[in-house]
């Protein structure tokens, strides 16, 4: 080497590839005020929109009176599912195989249901206008439990009067949805019936809301003169819009240009297809003018996507020394009023099936049926990938009271069953290969950090107190140890609508050295162009600064399904390695030419390739990209392009050990945080300083779920927290410090090792702050009490276990 | 969350607003900091086709302390009175309330007048101001009147203010003795579960008189006299707080909601009293 040439490690660093907490590119913007959302699009003659909701949770319709609204200055039109029908659009498909009504066809199912969609020069004629229709309702009777849906005789869901058969096999009852079931139940049973100890419990995982920042909406311009439409709007997954967009209404999809601008978070609730997207579209074709859809919080609350809503009841089975021999798992899943569920295909319960979690468990059986209610339809994934929450926390629950049940400590029952090391990749008795892991190595680093032992002696010591009267103070120590399952998926059993879920990456570089990379994901938030361009930095040997990462626009952007369920790493980002592979292998064949050696005597080093055994021979990338766009080489095209559509082997299993430490005042209900320790394994580590913004990010949604965020609803179906002085999102001043630590164990199939980790924290997190307030509890009797823990809950249990006595 | 249409008046006097109000009455009310009137004017539950904003209007601002006296322009805001230094020491109780009432943004927005004349029983400044026996200035049509803050609430947001009449200020004697406001809500920005305001003076190692309020734990703020009497001439030992609070929990009247079941309110009120007793009783 000369001495003009930086060293290997310079070089590497300049690059900031993979391993580099480079600073998010996206935060200039952002931090400016400079993103452009959904809102900020104004485009000229544009015109609002805003509906006329039902205020009943169970009605039918019997009218609906527009003429005041029209007489109204400035109102264009109002769209009832009379006008949508002759179209076809009073009804659209939803993702989990139902329909769903665009604007109310002769009845409501929950309340906000859509209504009518009126169309004004501005936003607020458009809700006067909404005040000045009249529609006129007859009450029926509201079903909010689905257990009684089940046994009821009000039919909800009378358009499928008849059909015993549904998207996922036979319904048992008019509110009936499917039941869908994994495992060997027979074999189950007989472990139960034949096993040492049994324990059973009941957990309701309560309805929540993901309450992004940015509330959903759609911008519809369609083009009269050349037929077409452009549709922009928070979408997760901008490219299936457009294919949903083109099936429902007949446009040609190269006619349909989809694009979703900065998002400011979706966190699942920007994955499905609401009615104000449709209407928004219909009244751009009948205006012949764009129009503007945008709800506010409370319709964002109260109508689109919620997650949870899971009626979980457990069994599991172990010997006396603890060894789990078998997990029953019966779940009542409560839909709402249309099963409008995004998961793949053919899994109406998402990954449910993940509920044997990081054990050894080598029999299983898990049953979910989903019921129709009078509530808003949803059912995302709120944080984590598809009901993988849900099923952490049921495993998470069922090895605390297991260890009740033994009374074992429940470190100790968690380190008997982890899943070994040398058992990956492990077929679990649910149908998942999990692809690697190594849980004693996370777990055992995690209650050495946070001295576990000392933790206990503490715990006992202030329980001692506390039945001295010295206290009014107890400590809670919340144990989890999870296992993620994310990166759908496999094309051979994940597909949506249909279409697999693969993903995908297209690269040019630019003749002096720099590049552009368009991917079929779409970031929320999450940073995707900060840590793509560091994944090809590092297999294109191109600077990160150098390379522009572009999503959203479905006209430039290579078809993908998007992102959700943390697959955009593992899909979009193995397909990014993938194409920056192809980009390397074309990259050698010039290289070799420059230098005039084969192809196979110049090696990849960094930045350049160099002829092997002379490193002082070597041409950098910069000077191959040129050269692709300015030689003539025999038999290689010109230009440095490459397209990658990536449909991956496995999902990838992202898995962490996670410890709080609370202190609960038994007299008031507050839980006071002390500490909480994460240590996420997520394989290789992209960007350092965003997984930690994630984990961050990701915990304290797990702190509002678990401490104090529901939709709840009344017996009338009414919604109880459609506000955020209800809904609780925490603040600065309530979120907890928290301390982060990881193992790295690469994922085998994925090209670079990475697993995905946005979702982790929220997934480990839920259950790790409930078994805090859970393990406060222990030694005065408590087994399972319900979340969310908010003040009067804790107190309530506190009440109930005779503490105030 | 987009309001009904509605005129915007700014006037700059006080005899402007009144001739304002007179003439559209119902369907006119005055706008201070706007942070309790925006959110129901979005949320369409007041419908106001004349908003009178009284930004611009001279002679309703400043604090002034005189002779042992505090005055309190009604449109003073609350991140005024916590950053107010003389105000901090003469009636220290007022930051410690102040501090506990939404976020700084509503704080620099959100006027005592306004939080005071509102009537929604979540807000804090009522019942503090039961506690150190204010008297609210009213002007209407037919001059100015004081009306003590422990006669003004009727009901949720009813008071004995008239339509036509606007609050100027807010006087009260600098308190003495130890204080203590007490509050717990859900997180930053909420309102009370239950709070409760104490002025406690003590002489010769006991309780010589004691000013208890309760808030959010009715549909109006609750001034417990009978809580007071049981404390003074005590030691504030725990029989006392045990019998102050027993005499509160006979005053309050709360009802459920997503903050939490009766049951747990009257507890919860019970403990915050006791607690702000202890720390009035420790500062004495
Ligand atoms: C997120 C949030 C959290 C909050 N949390 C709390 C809390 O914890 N505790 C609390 O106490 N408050 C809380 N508030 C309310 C806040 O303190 C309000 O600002 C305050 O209650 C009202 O003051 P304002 O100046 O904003 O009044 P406005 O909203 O302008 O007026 C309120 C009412 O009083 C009337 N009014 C105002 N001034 C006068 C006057 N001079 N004469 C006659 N009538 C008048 C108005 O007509 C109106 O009916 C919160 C507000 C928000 C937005």
Sequence with gaps: MNDMTPERDERAANLKGLGCSRKRVEDARFTQGKGNYVDDIKLPGMLHGDFVRSPYAHARVISVNKDAAMALPGVLAVLTAEDLSPLGLHWMPTLAGDKQMVLADGKVLFQGQEVAFVVAEDRYIAADAVELIEVEYEELPVLTDPFEALKSDVVLREDLAGQTEGAHGPRKHHNHIFTWEQGDEAATNQVMDNAEVVVTESMYYHRTHPCPLETCGSVASMDAVNGKLTLYGTFQAPHAIRTVVSLISGIEEHNIRVVSPDIGGGFGNKVGAYAGYVCSVVASIVTGRPVKWVEDRMENLMTTAFARDYWMTGKISATKEGKITGLHCQVTADHGGFDACADPTKFPAGFMNICTGSYDIPVAYLAVDGVYTNKAPGGVSYRCSFRVTEAVYFIERMIEVLAIELDMDAADLRRINFIKKEQFPYQSALGWEYDSGDYHRAWDKVMEAVDYEGLRKEQAERVEAFKRGETRTLMGIGLCHFTEIVGAGPVKNCDILGLGMFDSCEIRIHPTGSAIARLGTISQGQGHATTFAQILATEIGLPADSITIEEGDTDTAPYGLGTYGSRSTPVAGAATAMAGRKIRAKAQMIAAYLLEVHDNDVEFDVDRFVVKGAPERFKTMKEIAFASYNQAIPGLEPGLEAVSYYDPPNMTYPFGAYVCVMDIDVDTGVPEIRRFYALDDCGTRINPMIIEGQIHGGLTEAFAVALGQEIAYDKQGNVKNGTLMDFFLPTAWEVPNYETDHTVTPSPHHPIGAKGVGESPHVGGVPCFSNAVHDAFRPFGLKQTNMPHDHWRIWETANKLGLHD | ?284
């Design chain 2, 1 to 284: 969350m987009i309001p009904a249409a509605f005129d915007y008046h700014r006037p700059t006097k006080v005899e402007d607003v009144i001739a304002l109000l007179e003439e559209h009455g119902d369907d006119a009310r005055v706008m201070a900091g706007g942070h309790s009137l925006i959110p129901m004017m979005k949320l369409r539950m007041a419908d106001i086709p004349h908003l009178i904003d009284l930004q611009d209007v001279g002679g309703l601002g400043g604090i002034s302390i005189e002779s042992g006296r505090i005055k309190l322009g009604a449109m003073v805001t609350q991140h005024e009175i916590i950053n107010h230094d003389g105000l901090a020491s003469a009636a220290p109780i007022l930051r410690e309330a102040a501090l506990q009432i939404a976020d700084p943004q509503v704080r620099y927005m959100g006027t005592i007048g306004g939080n005071v004349a509102n009537g929604d029983p979540g807000n804090d400044m009522p019942g503090l101001m039961q506690c150190i026996d204010a008297q609210i200035e009213l002007i209407g049509p037919g001059g100015t009147r004081s009306v003590a803050a422990r006669d003004y609430y009727e009901a949720a947001y009813m008071t004995d203010r008239e339509d036509d009449e606007v609050l100027i200020s807010i006087s009260f004697a600098a308190p003495s003795g130890g204080h203590a406001y007490e509050k717990q809500k859900r997180k930053i920005g909420d309102y009370a579960t239950a709070a409760a305001a104490v002025q406690l003076v003590k002489d010769d190692g006991k309780v010589a008189s004691v000013s208890i309020a309760m808030t959010n734990l009715s549909d109006v703020p609750v001034w417990s006299e009978a809580a007071g009497a049981a404390l003074v001439g005590t030691t504030c030992d725990s029989a006392a707080i045990k019998a102050a609070v027993s005499a509160m929990l006979a005053d309050i009247d709360p009802s459920e909601d997503n903050r939490g079941p009766v049951a747990f309110k009257r507890h919860l009120a019970g403990i915050i009293l006791s607690r702000a007793v202890t720390r009035a009783w420790d500062r004495a």
